[in-house]
């Protein structure tokens, strides 16, 4: 049934109202897959992403993780959700927590660690994402890229089987997007799979297994990198392409 | 001048009513620790409950709240040591003066915290949802923190404010400073009593307004 996907959207539909935001969204993410969605603002790239961790509940349609359809009644959602990483736009970090303590947070409180044990799994996350000389920092202590690793050690302490990137260094000073890239390179050189909403199409030309493109609520065309940036078949893809790679 | 100090400074009649004075000033002081333990805790209890938009119930705490934030709270402490008696309820002057003021401050209190949770950015419940914590503990270990601590700089304003109507309840009979310092004046038919109430009032208040100022420098949002 779950043909070893990790994530599979299946038909998925969400209105707000009476706009019709996703129309019918069928994705696949095989493990270790890095799937790269690009698309014009307000296509519904955010809104598919978080159908996926049930942060939107779809209007209709279902969201597969490793096989179980997480959009029915009497699902443990919060279990759910220590399997899907996620990783927003504005990082997000708790304010009034050090880095250490983001991290730590839902290893105490959702996998019930000990302190230490917990604190131990943190610093590892935090290494792992080149910080942890920062662990006792307070995020306004951060830089936005350091914020955004913060972050996303704090979506990889989990151990998810997926994690989730809505335009992850969309909100950072240009110089500061490579370090978070980095980190992001590193961890799919490490196997994890991870789907990405992002305009950084030289990180998608690198990282990506396949991008697909959105425009207005459903997936216009999906391939490798090469098949979309270089050899398009749409003319509505090729207008994006050149609108974003403009400037 | 020697008029003035003879009517409000008559050392003689101070060192005799000094001891009274006292008493009142542990009534008030006990007054005003009741109130404002009872009613930042209730407060808070009422903006927890109100964050779980269930709307029958959130009806019931904005309407409780709107009425005590509108009556004035001597209209509140009149009503409840004259009416509760007429159902039954004969609660002593100072327990009327501690559950009235109370409400008035859970009232005001509950309305600031809200104000607070309110204000704390969407993307905060999202990390942590996302991350397997549940709507409480989302809700107790990153909202609240931050809604708190926002809150401290008018929260303590509110307090002192609602805190320094302890001396209405002089008008119910509680034997409170201002009540003392009021008996005392008839007595000596001297105003020097009335002085002494004051420094206490300056005892108790100013370290509470000093506390505040500190308190507002130590939480100043830095982001
Ligand atoms: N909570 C919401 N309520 C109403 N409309 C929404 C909401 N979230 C998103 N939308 C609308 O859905 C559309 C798609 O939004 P979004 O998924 O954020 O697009 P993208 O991420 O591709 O820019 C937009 O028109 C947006 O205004
Ligand atoms: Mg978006």
Not at chain 2, 3 to 32: H, K, N, S
Request: hydrophobic residues 50%; glycine residues 6%; contains cysteine.
């Amino acid at each position: 049934m779950s043909n070893g996907n990790v994530v599979e959207v299946v038909d998925l539909h969400k209105s707000f109202g009476d706009l019709e935001v996703l129309k019918g969204v069928n994705v696949t993410v095989a493990p270790q897959e890095l799937v790269f969605v690009i698309g014009p603002s307000g296509s519904g790239k955010s809104t598919m992403l978080r159908c996926c961790n049930l942060l939107e509940q779809p209007t209709s349609g279902s969201v597969l993780i490793h096989g179980q359809d997480i959009t029915v009644a009497g699902v443990d959602i919060n279990r759910i959700r220590t399997h899907i990483g996620m990783v927003f736009q504005s990082f997000n970090l708790y304010p009034h927590m050090t880095a250490i303590g983001n991290v730590a947070l839902a290893l105490r409180k959702v996998k019930k660690m000990q302190r230490g044990e917990a604190e131990d799994r943190a610093h590892q996350a935090l290494r792992r994402v080149g910080l942890d000389e920062k662990a006792l920092s307070h995020p306004n202590e951060l830089s936005g890229g350091q914020q955004q690793r913060v972050a996303i050690a704090r979506a990889i302490a989990m151990e998810p089987d997926v994690i989730l990137f809505d335009e992850p260094t969309s909100a950072l000073d240009p110089e500061l997007v490579g370090s978070v890239l980095a980190v992001m390179h590193s961890l799919r050189d490490d196997g994890m799979t991870m789907v990405v909403v992002s305009h950084e199409m030289r990180f998608a030309q690198d990282a990506a297994d396949r991008v697909l493109f959105m425009d207005e609520g459903e997936i216009v065309e999906r391939g490798t990198p090469d098949e979309i940036f270089k050899n398009t078949q749409h003319a509505r893809t090729r207008e994006f392409l050149a609108r974003v790679t403009d400037h | 001048m020697d008029a003035f100090a003879a009517q409000f400074l008559d050392l003689e009649v101070m060192q005799r009513y000094l001891p009274d004075i006292i008493d009142g000033l542990w009534v008030t002081i006990a007054l005003a620790l009741l109130v404002i333990v009872t009613g930042l805790v209730l407060g808070l209890a009422l903006a927890v409950i109100r964050a779980f938009q269930i709307r029958v119930i959130n009806l019931a705490i904005v309407g409780f709240v709107d009425v005590f934030r509108a009556l004035p709270p001597l209209v509140i402490l009149v009503i409840f040591y004259f009416a509760l008696p007429i159902i039954g309820l004969t609660w002593s002057g100072f327990v009327c003066a501690w559950v009235a003021l109370s409400l008035v401050l859970a009232s005001f209190a509950e309305e600031i915290y809200w104000a607070g949770i309110t204000s704390v950015h969407k993307g905060q419940w999202e990390a942590s949802r996302s991350t397997g914590l549940s709507f409480v503990e989302t809700l107790f270990y990153v909202v609240l923190p931050q809604a708190v601590r926002l809150t401290i700089p008018p929260l303590t304003n509110r307090t002192i404010a609602i805190t320094k109507n302890t001396a209405l309840a002089s008008v119910i009979a509680v034997q409170e400073m201002l009540t003392v310092a009021q008996t005392s004046l008839a007595y000596a038919a001297n105003t020097s009593p009335l002085t002494m109430a004051a420094i206490g009032y300056l005892l108790i208040f100013l370290p509470l307004v000093i506390l505040s100022r500190w308190i507002e420098r130590k939480f100043a949002w830095k982001h």
